[in-house]
């Protein structure tokens, strides 16, 4: 080879690097500080006290009485593992998925003596990502029994709050109104105290 074509392969290999490398990112980066920096900086959530409690776009476990539990993970060895997102890829023939939904359903009849209704199906489904930080207003309208109860508030504040807290359709037609569970159990903390 060349000397000359060498040369040139390294220059463009140089520039590449750093259009691709270090300036694009740097664009995307400042535009994305600039116009989202909530977005940007993983939608974080503070409590009353400023301390940083979770995101709005990776679900928690909440096992206390008094607060909505969100869908079952399995994200990583026990759950909500954000490094392990994944679903638990079982089929519907697995016997080890209807196991474990059988459990979830006893688990949650017991936890919610007082709910009406079938059980909402997302409260015994893990989302795909096993993350997902969302449940649908009919699994957090199941729940109010047992968080009102728990908190010794009428069910009807509770409900209320609930729907105070659905998330709408994105741009008005794209999926399914929602609640978040974090940010519903912070709204229950900051209405009625924290536990």
Known sequence: MKPVVLLVAARFTLAT????GVAYPLVTTALA????????????VTDDHGRTVGSELIGQPFAKPYYFAGRPSAAGDKGWDAAGSAGSN?????????????ADLERLHQENPDATGD????????????????ISVAAARWQVPRVAKARGIAPARIADLV???????ELGFLGEP?????????????QFGAR
């Open 17 to 20: 690097l750093l259009l691709t």
């Open 33 to 44: 500080q600039a116009l989202f920096p909530s977005r940007a900086n993983g939608s974080l």
């Open 90 to 102: 079982l089929s519907i023939t697995s016997k080890k998925l209807h196991e474990r939904v059988g």
């Open 119 to 134: 059980v909402p199906d997302d409260l015994v489904t893990a989302s795909a990502s096993g993350l997902d930080p969302h």
């Open 163 to 169: 729907d105070r807290s659905v998330e709408g359709r």
């Open 178 to 190: 929602r609640v978040n569970v974090l940010l519903l159990n912070l709204a229950l903390d900051r």
